[in-house]
């Protein structure tokens, strides 16, 4: 782990309804307009065919393939539609990837899975170790959660678009001043 003075983790403070996909993928697209490699997921939700909640898939924002990573549960359900196992089918090249060394990434959410220690939270804790800054979004109840976790190497923006794309630009800095200090 790099001890920086600048957080190299940062998680978008959205509300339940507030959408925040668009904050990530504009922040992706500006620091790839500039050069810089981006890796992780965006969040895309369609209506699935003919089924009560909508198909959760995600974008590989280097790549653009979507991949399903919701289950349907039937009209009656009240759970969570994520797929585990479809989060770990993506997660474990996304893991790989890292040894690239991209100059942020992002990942879609920190949410339940991720507070109870599954999810991308091994993608997180990896990047952390690295010196890889990492942007993702963290709805209300899941901010204790989120900065229980990541502490004082986190930070947790307002849903601002200038606000975050000023963040990874910050945050990239860092962690190149950082590796050439190493």
């Given at each position: 782990m790099k001890?920086?003075?600048f957080p190299l983790q940062a998680a978008?403070?959205?509300e339940r309804e507030r959408p925040v996909d668009d904050i990530l993928e504009a922040v992706a697209r500006v620091l790839q307009a500039e050069g810089l490699t981006v890796a992780?997921?965006?969040q895309r939700e369609s209506a699935g065919d003919g089924e009560c909640c909508n198909r959760i898939d995600l974008e590989d924002i280097a790549s653009g393939e979507h991949q399903i990573i919701s289950q349907a549960l039937g009209s009656g359900a009240?759970?969570?539609?994520l797929d585990?196992?479809?989060?770990?089918?993506?997660?474990g090249p996304l893991l790989a990837r890292l040894d690239t060394r991209p100059d942020l990434l992002i990942l879609n959410r920190f949410g339940k899975g991720e507070s109870e220690g599954q999810g991308f939270r091994a993608l997180i804790e990896e990047a952390c170790a690295r010196g890889i800054p990492l942007l993702t979004a963290v709805r209300e109840n899941y901010v204790e959660a989120w900065?229980?976790?990541?502490?004082?190497l986190g930070a947790?923006?307002?849903p601002d678009q200038a606000g975050v794309v000023e963040w990874a630009r910050a945050a990239v800095a860092a962690a190149e001043r950082s590796g050439d200090a190493a």
């Amino acid at each position: 782990m790099k001890d920086l003075d600048f957080p190299l983790q940062a998680a978008i403070r959205v509300e339940r309804e507030r959408p925040v996909d668009d904050i990530l993928e504009a922040v992706a697209r500006v620091l790839q307009a500039e050069g810089l490699t981006v890796a992780g997921f965006l969040q895309r939700e369609s209506a699935g065919d003919g089924e009560c909640c909508n198909r959760i898939d995600l974008e590989d924002i280097a790549s653009g393939e979507h991949q399903i990573i919701s289950q349907a549960l039937g009209s009656g359900a009240r759970g969570c539609r994520l797929d585990p196992q479809a989060l770990a089918g993506v997660a474990g090249p996304l893991l790989a990837r890292l040894d690239t060394r991209p100059d942020l990434l992002i990942l879609n959410r920190f949410g339940k899975g991720e507070s109870e220690g599954q999810g991308f939270r091994a993608l997180i804790e990896e990047a952390c170790a690295r010196g890889i800054p990492l942007l993702t979004a963290v709805r209300e109840n899941y901010v204790e959660a989120w900065q229980g976790f990541a502490g004082e190497l986190g930070a947790v923006l307002a849903p601002d678009q200038a606000g975050v794309v000023e963040w990874a630009r910050a945050a990239v800095a860092a962690a190149e001043r950082s590796g050439d200090a190493a």
